[in-house]
């Protein structure tokens, strides 16, 4: 059973950057075949898909997010992170890290809450 457990500030102000981990336990980040995703949902909106990165290590950035983004990994803490530069209160949502297998998600993380307020 892969389990994936996000984890960051809760708060973050206007113009900073955001830094989310995710850490993954029952399954390697670096197995074929597989990549690991960042996604939010903003309040009353659908899910957003931002980044993920490859068993590789190679990153596939969403348009809408590349100019403000960046994703990587510790493959001996198995865990990869996102960085979101310039956030502003639109950057407020739920974000979720998850797992893709031949490009379907199959495992969730349970989402953290990310507000941006001053």
């Known amino acids: 059973q892969v389990q994936l457990q996000e984890s960051g500030p809760g708060l973050v102000k206007p113009s900073q950057t955001l830094s989310l981990t995710c850490i993954v336990s029952?399954?390697?980040?670096?197995?074929?075949?597989?990549?690991w995703s960042w996604i939010r949902q903003p309040p009353g909106k659908g899910l957003e898909w931002m980044v993920k990165?490859?068993?590789?290590?190679?990153?596939y950035y969403s348009p809408f997010f590349a100019s403000r983004t960046s994703i990587s990994r510790d493959t001996s803490a198995n865990q990869f992170s996102l960085q979101l530069i310039s956030v502003t209160p639109e950057d407020t949502a739920v974000y979720y890290c998850?797992?893709?297998?031949?490009?379907?998600?199959?495992?969730w993380g349970q989402g953290t809450q990310v507000t941006v307020s001053s």
């Open positions: 990165i490859g068993y590789d290590g190679r990153p």
């Open positions: 029952g399954g390697s980040i670096t197995s074929t075949n597989s990549a």
């Open positions: 998850a797992r893709h297998i031949n490009w379907s998600i199959d495992y």
